[in-house]
């Protein structure tokens, strides 16, 4: 299965020559998202899976106490896309998982 990745600093000098010329863009080998927000660019580079170590979910879980609650099981499906379920939140009174100590 292939996994087609695209990164951020791959794009910065790309976004420059955008800017500076549409004929550049229009040339460009690369898909340029966010163009037409209702369509995806074809060739765009797609996450076909994702596969969670026990790390990430040590970490998705810091704070609560097993046996986890069945509202959790959403991890188990979770992409990588950004969640503030398993990032900090805001310090004491309200860190009630503890990820400020």
């Known amino acids: 299965m292939k996994i087609s990745t695209f990164t951020a600093t791959a794009a910065i000098p ?3 020559m955008c800017s ?3 004929q550049l863009c229009a040339e460009s080998e690369y898909p340029i998202g ?3 927000p209702s369509q995806r660019p074809q060739g765009a580079p797609v996450i076909e ?4 170590d026990k790390r990430w ?3 998705a879980l ?3 106490n097993q046996p986890y609650p069945r509202s959790l099981w959403f991890l ?3 992409g990588n896309w ?3 379920f398993n990032r900090p939140g805001m310090p004491a009174p309200y860190d009630l998982r503890g990820w400020h100590e």
């Open 62 to 64: 810091t704070g609560i």
């Open 34 to 36: 966010g163009s037409q």
């Open 57 to 59: 979910y040590e970490e």
């Open 49 to 52: 899976w994702v596969q969670h």
């Open 76 to 78: 188990d499906n979770q």
């Open 82 to 84: 950004h969640t503030p």
């Open 14 to 16: 790309l976004l420059m």
């Open 20 to 22: 500076a010329s549409s």
